[in-house]
């Protein structure tokens, strides 16, 4: 079989094949599997295990209440041993108490499928081709096992999640298919995904490019029909077909250039969007407790307090609660949602209560790529039953919120910026913001410019606009007064598209800071957290605001609180800086030099957050410690000086004398 990176070079001498029935062949030659059917489940389950695995876990997976977990597990990995081991090659080990089985010299289509599909959209049409060979049918086909309730629910897990990605590879085939195949790549994709809108566009597209009117009139009329049954709107997909047969080359009487179709939360693959917005499905959580499931119970409250949170955000287009309950209640599951919904993002999850403990697991699953973008697993203490489910979904809401910015941001930047629409002309102005350096912050104007004019109700972009302008002035990159006034009016314009969106009010509060009004800014900040709890970057500029002249016991508070929010966030330096400030004014020096120490070695940090670190080194003695940090300051800006620092900040009269006094220690002028 072609290579995708698939096999090594030389011939596997097990091949092992879970996309379909389980096959096991040895150099070609098919082995007799054990009539076991938990023999065969273990196998499979410790061939994808990416460590090893408890046998506690194992016990629990395929045995219910057995006499003899540990004997049956035993038994069971001898059989496994007949199985794979070679005389020199010994494949299962224990490692502790845990088992191990090392496949990593054989074939095994599963895991080549999920390491290949990491960067689908990479791959040219052989490579794909190759991989949907691979599928020959549901994971496991056939493997089913009774009162094993937790393999049923792995088992489960995967089959939707190969499915999955069974569908992203044949979408980028359709899409990179060769015009005579197009049509019949597509089809394929339809037997997979029936209710896949992106699917049906695409195949009503190719059909018109072909100038086969007939069966895209036919093809219509009867999807219209097999969605409306479901109840789901095949509108835009009508619409759709009805420009591309008007645009067809027979209409303009040649070989014009390829229809494009308006999609409704398109990703940027070529498809035309008008001011599309990422969007994200949040479905409801499994429960795995062992109860009777029943609706309104921890996991629906969870999964409706995520869907809230990230609405409020309102940096993304969220599905409603109502729509992915109806589809979980038919047994749609989450990467099927996705498609049917046409979304960007899909996020599910489990929910286990246990004693007086919750485990809540989650994964954040690109709709197009099937790729897992953020996974992660919440284990708290059952002490406070509210409370822990808050922190829980502060915790997920803003995860996914960041997920979804990242990816969107490195999605944007290996677009051709003259082939940018508004929503990724944002993401490339957030790109280049992050990097706190002049020429980037340049770019970030440009393209944040950009979205605003291609999308003039994009309020989030405004908010980019007047981060930039609060830069320049704070940053001394230029003239002081103007790029003030710049600032606030771009951030009066976000306010204006959308006074809903905590982002506005984060720009207003951050421009009426650098105007010096303490306490109008700190009022307008805290809007944007009334208005989205799960904002961190508002939680940050309070922290920001009032470590310079507000109340520095909640500046500590609010920037724990962002960084709980958003641990991996771009601004994290400043929550760190912020900290160190608020701790200086309470005269806790070397507190202060922790945290300041900590600030400065975030890989973007700028020379106003080195020189926190240099301060507060010096103010607890450590000169030694603080020099170094004065010469990188130096090295990137030479002519930095305290006054650079003080015009940036606005520290009340007696704590701009404890950094003037640290400076003086440390000769910066």
């Not at 027979?250 to 035309?272: R, T």
Request: charged letters at 25%; a negative charge; one cysteine or more.
């Amino acid at each position: 079989m072609e290579s995708v990176t698939l096999a090594p070079g030389d011939a596997p001498t097990l091949d092992i094949r879970m996309l379909g029935p389980l096959t096991i062949r040895r150099h070609d030659d098919a082995l007799a599997l054990p009539a076991s059917r938990k023999v065969r489940a273990l196998l499979t389950y410790l061939a994808l295990a990416r460590r090893a695995v408890p046998r506690s876990q194992l016990c629990e997976l395929l045995w219910d209440v057995p006499n003899d977990p540990r004997g049956e597990l035993r038994w069971c990995l001898s059989k496994i041993r007949a199985l794979v081991d070679e005389p020199d090659r010994p494949r299962i080990s224990a490692q502790g108490d845990a088992i191990k089985l090392d496949l990593s010299d054989c074939f095994v289509d599963a895991i080549e499928v999920a390491a290949a599909t990491q960067a689908v959209e990479t791959l040219a049409y052989g490579p794909l081709k190759t991989l949907s060979a691979l599928f020959a049918g549901d994971f496991l086909e056939g493997l089913e096992l009774d009162n094993c309730p937790a393999f049923t629910a792995w088992l489960g897990a995967q089959r939707r999640r190969f499915r999955g990605r069974q569908a992203a590879v044949l979408e980028h085939l359709a899409k990179a298919a060769p015009e005579d195949e197009r049509v019949r790549c597509i089809e394929q994709w339809l037997e997979l995904a029936p209710f896949d809108p992106r699917a049906h566009e695409l195949l009503l597209n190719a059909l018109a490019r072909c100038d086969r009117i007939a069966e895209g009139e036919e093809h219509v009329a009867v999807t219209a029909r097999l969605f409306e049954t479901e109840g789901l709107d095949f509108t835009p997909a009508r619409d759709a077909w009805h420009r591309a047969r008007a645009q067809r080359p027979s209409s303009a009487g040649g070989h014009g250039a390829e229809p494009m179709l308006l999609v409704p939360g398109g990703n940027g693959d070529g498809i035309l969007t008008v001011g599309r917005r990422a969007s994200v499905a949040v479905m409801p959580f499994v429960d795995c407790s062992g109860v009777a499931s029943c609706r309104g119970g921890t996991a629906d409250a969870l999964a409706h307090d995520v869907i809230t949170r990230l609405a409020k955000l309102r940096s993304l287009f969220v599905i409603a609660q109502g729509t992915v309950f109806a589809l979980h209640e038919r047994g749609v599951g989450p990467e099927e949602a996705a498609r049917m919904l046409n979304v960007d993002y899909v996020a599910s999850g489990s929910v286990q209560r246990r004693d007086n403990s919750l485990t809540v697991t989650i994964e954040l699953v690109e709709t197009r790529t099937a790729r897992i973008v953020w996974a992660e697993v919440f284990s708290r203490e059952l002490d406070d039953a509210f409370h822990v489910l808050e922190e829980i979904g502060n915790s997920i809401v803003a995860s996914i919120a960041s997920e979804i910015e990242m990816s969107e941001r490195n999605r944007a930047v290996l677009r051709p910026p003259n082939s940018l629409d508004a929503w990724e002309a944002h993401h490339r102005g957030l790109w280049h913001m992050y990097r706190f350096n002049k020429p980037d912050n340049d770019r970030a104007q440009h393209f944040f410019e950009m979205a605003v004019r291609l999308d003039p109700t994009f309020a989030r972009a405004y908010a980019g606009l007047s981060f930039t302008h609060f830069q320049n002035a704070f940053q001394g990159w230029a003239e002081r007064e103007p790029e003030i006034d710049r600032a606030f009016a771009a951030a009066g314009q976000s306010v204006m598209v959308d006074d809903r969106d905590p982002a506005a009010h984060w720009a207003v509060g951050r421009a009426l800071w650098l105007r010096g009004q303490f306490e109008n800014s700190v009022i307008e900040l805290q809007q944007a957290i009334d208005l989205s709890p799960n904002f961190a970057l508002g939680h940050y500029t309070l922290a920001f605001v009032h470590s310079q002249t507000g109340d520095p016991d909640a500046a500590i508070s609010f920037s724990d609180h962002s960084r709980q929010l958003s641990p991996c966030d771009p601004l994290l330096f400043g929550m760190l800086a912020a900290r160190a400030m608020a701790l200086i004014r309470l005269g806790r020096f070397e507190e202060a030099a922790d945290w300041g120490v900590k600030a400065a070695a975030r890989p973007n940090a700028h020379a106003h957050i080195v020189a926190v670190a240099a301060f507060s080194l010096a103010l607890n003695g450590r000169l030694d410690d603080a020099r170094p940090y004065v010469a990188s300051i130096h090295k990137s800006r030479p002519d930095y000086r305290l006054a650079d620092f003080l015009t940036a900040f606005q520290f009340a009269g007696d704590d701009q004398k404890l950094f003037q006094g640290a400076a003086k220690r440390l000769a910066i002028h």
